[in-house]
């Protein structure tokens, strides 16, 4: 993902390992170790595709790595909704 700090919030745009690509933007909070993101995210290639939202909960593990758990709002919810993810800083 590539991420460009727009106000409050940080855009960006996003590729999956088979597709699809598209632009996603992501603001939140951080409250001591625990850090709440919202993510609005639409696939712009190879199609458009609906506005999908979605809410990260969790905590700063060690530097640069976060862990918790990914909800997607209805009507995009997955089956296993939340799931528990972690994400490492590069």
Not at 12 to 40: K, R, W, Y
Not at 42 to 60: C, E, K, N, R, T
Not at 62 to 69: K, N, P, Y
Request: proline share 9%; net charge negative.
């Amino acid at each position: 993902m590539n991420k460009t700090p727009a106000g409050g919030a940080c855009t960006g745009s996003f590729c999956g390992e088979a597709g699809p690509c598209g632009s996603v933007t992501v603001n939140g909070t951080i409250d001591g170790m625990q850090v709440h993101l919202n993510f609005v995210s639409i696939a712009q290639i190879p199609q458009v595709g609906p506005i999908v939202d979605s809410h990260f909960d969790g905590y700063l593990t060690m530097r640069g790595t976060l862990t918790g758990t990914i909800a997607i709002d209805p009507p995009n919810l997955p089956a296993g909704n939340p799931a528990v993810v972690t994400y490492h800083s590069e």
